[in-house]
């Protein structure tokens, strides 16, 4: 991203790549709600495109109400053809008081997350929000207490789980070809994007760990099934001023709750040239076997029980925010929970703490 001016524009381009390095084609069947459900939108600096792009299966949801903090954001905004004929507005509480929505998606920058979520949620609307869910040990507390105190549903914006390759990855695991998972790696490498003003200021970026920390951690524990115990991490910004406080290099290591170890590492050194956004890359390894994931060579297995091969045949792409309206309206389990969204929050404020005081923290 560019500005506020490009944000959607961009994003958009990135879904389509991502769609693309993904290739799953599956008829995207229309989904229906035993209500009319009214949808308001805060911000758009994150996966806004994940709530957006399934509107059209969804003929029982309806845009009512859109909010962003300044005049240039909302114009910005309002582009959006998804938005439809909905209202509006620079203060996201009075377009809460006026569109009267049934869920609310809050995609505002890190350092101004939480207080949307916490204003959402005792409002008792059902929640669907970016990550990081805070940006502050504190404020996550405040968030996990309102959440869990409450009757709402609630969910976080960790579509890679949803993704193809990762469901295919998930299946190898669940089916025990690679034995009891013991090693996670993961890589997330980016573009630098130096001009999204928002993530060079601590106040509202929070770190790269908290930012980009939840798809990987996410990957791990549902690739392989596993929680993580504690976290050590280095972050920094190494020769890139451009940047101002936004980690350009992190690593960090965690041990699983069986013993194991998994690492990760991240990145905005993608060169500007480079065909997409991003390079996602997973390992998970088991005492039977590796199953693997890069753009590159797409999934591949080595197994005892197997000759070494790459899977052709991938599940169909979900949709995260189809898989959070069917647990709120037909009652069907969600895939990711509130158990594991506040897991993977925990793990990243570990590893975020840990940055600070250069010494293993508990998760």
Same mark, same amino acid.
Request: glycine share 6%; net charge positive.
């Given at each position: ?11 958009? @381009? ?23 459900? %009214? ?19 969804? +003929? $029982? ?6 909010? *962003? ?39 505002? $920058? ?9 204003? /959402? ?52 695991? &669940?089916?025990? *070809?690679?034995? *009891? ?10 573009? %630098?994007?130096?001009?999204?003003? @928002? ?11 908290? @930012? ?17 115990? $504690? ?8 020769? &890139? ?29 993608? +060169? ?46 979900? *949709? ?25 929050? $925990? ?13 293993? /923290?508990?998760?």
């Amino acid at each position: 991203m560019s500005s506020h001016s490009d944000v959607l524009p961009r994003r958009a @381009w990135f879904q389509l790549a991502l769609t693309s390095a993904f290739a799953a084609p599956a008829l995207a069947a229309t989904v229906r709600l035993p209500k009319k459900v %009214r949808l308001s939108i805060i911000g758009q600096d994150g996966h806004l495109a994940d709530i957006l792009r399934p509107l059209p299966q969804l +003929p $029982d949801v309806a845009v009512v109400g859109y909010s *962003e903090a300044t005049p240039a954001a909302l114009a910005s905004l309002a582009g959006n053809k998804a938005l439809g004929a909905a209202k509006g507005f620079l203060d996201y509480q009075k377009m809460l008081d006026e569109t009267k929505p049934d869920i609310v998606g809050v995609v505002n $920058d890190d350092g101004a997350r939480a207080a949307a979520i916490l204003e /959402v949620v005792q409002r008792g609307i059902h929640c669907i929000a970016e990550k990081p869910l805070a940006i502050t040990r504190e404020s996550l507390h405040k968030v996990k207490a309102a959440v869990s105190q409450s009757k709402v549903r609630f969910s976080m914006l960790t579509p890679l789980r949803f993704a193809p390759p990762f469901l295919a990855v998930k299946q190898i695991v &669940d089916s025990g *070809e690679i034995g *009891e998972v013991l090693h996670l790696g993961g890589q997330k490498s980016y573009k %630098r994007g130096a001009n999204s003003a @928002w993530k060079n200021r601590r106040a509202s970026y929070g770190s790269t760990m908290l @930012w980009i920390g939840p798809h990987l951690i996410d990957l791990f524990h549902f690739s392989g099934s596993r929680k993580m115990t $504690d976290a050590f991490c280095w972050q920094a910004n190494v020769q &890139d001023p451009s940047l101002g406080d936004r980690e350009n290099v992190v690593g960090a290591i965690f041990r699983l709750d069986n013993g194991g170890i998994a690492e990760m590492r991240m990145d905005y050194l993608r +060169p500007d040239n480079s065909p997409t956004h991003e390079d996602d890359r997973l390992r998970v390894a088991g005492t039977k076997g590796i199953v693997e994931f890069t753009a590159a060579t797409g999934v591949t297995i080595m197994s005892n029980s197997a000759p070494p091969r790459k899977l052709e045949s991938l599940p169909p792409r979900q *949709e995260i925010f189809i898989d959070f309206l069917d647990s709120v309206y037909n009652n069907k389990k969600p895939a990711l929970t509130v158990e594991e969204i506040f897991h993977v929050s $925990d793990v990243i404020q570990a590893a975020e703490d840990s940055s600070r005081l250069n010494r293993v /923290v508990k998760v």
